[in-house]
T-cell receptor
Framework: AQSVAQPEDQVNVAEGNPLTVKCTYS??????LFWYVQYPNRGLQFLLK??????LVKGSYGFEAEFNKSQTSFHLKKPSALVSDSALYFCAVSDDYKLSFGAGTTVTVRA | DAGVIQSPRHEVTEMGQEVTLRCKPI?????LFWYRQTMMRGLELLIYFNNNVPIDDSGMPEDRFSAKMPNASFSTLKIQPSEPRDSAVYFC???????????????FGPGTRLTVL
């Protein structure tokens, strides 16, 4: 079975500082990895995905993610965090048609 | 595009009542998914459809839950009878098959927050 793990329940950073949200994966074949963000009382919004190719994937709202096969990681990053980035972030892995989500990481960016 | 549309956004009901949640996928999408989000269990896939046909309902928790997709633009998730432990946020998502397996993006609706008293 394919799965992802988000080792941190919460991440707190100051506005303007770099933001990293960690994700590790376990797959039996090719890893198809996704990041979604959920703002309060909203649905999940797609940020970016890794399918193949360049290990650095760029997505929406200035976010990027680095795929590392040797460490089986897919960490989400943003060079300079904004207060508006405060939200719940989910890493997910795709198994044919289904997405399996991590438990989520709550990001708080303080002004 | 209006995105995935769900209704109602909030539902409060009494235990034992029937609850129907509705979803309109993005036009042209051929897959539809129903998820449930709770604090204890996170995001769980309940069921998904391909071209209006249920493909995998192994995530449906009990026979009290049922889902239908009578056409490409509408799906329902019904709980009968409802119980307090069904309280959760229910999301609908859709996607279109454009490339290889597992690579296509799912797009989520805003969710329905269900409270069963």
């Amino acid at each position: 079975a394919q799965s992802v793990a988000q080792p941190e329940d919460q991440v707190n950073v100051a506005e303007g500082n770099p933001l990293t949200v960690k994700c590790t994966y376990s797959v039996s074949g090719n890893p198809y990895l996704f990041w979604y963000v959920q703002y309060p009382n909203r649905g999940l919004q797609f940020l970016l995905k890794y399918i193949t190719g360049d290990n650095l994937v760029k997505g929406s709202y200035g976010f990027e993610a680095e795929f590392n096969k040797s460490q089986t990681s897919f960490h989400l990053k943003k060079p300079s965090a904004l207060v508006s980035d405060s939200a719940l972030y989910f890493c997910a892995v795709s198994d044919d048609y289904k997405l399996s989500f991590g438990a989520g990481t709550t990001v708080t960016v303080r002004a | 595009d209006a995105g995935v549309i769900q209704s109602p956004r909030h539902e409060v009901t009494e235990m034992g009542q029937e609850v129907t949640l509705r979803c309109k996928p993005i036009s042209g999408h051929d897959y539809l998914f129903w998820y449930r989000q709770t604090m204890m269990r996170g995001l769980e896939l309940l069921i998904y459809f391909n071209n209006n046909v249920p493909i995998d309902d192994s995530g449906m928790p009990e026979d009290r839950f049922s889902a239908k997709m009578p056409n490409a633009s509408f799906s329902t998730l019904k709980i009968q009878p409802s119980e307090p432990r069904d309280s959760a946020v229910y999301f609908c998502a859709s996607r279109i098959r454009t490339s290889g397996l597992g690579t296509d993006t799912q797009y989520f609706g805003p969710g329905t927050r269900l409270t069963v008293l």
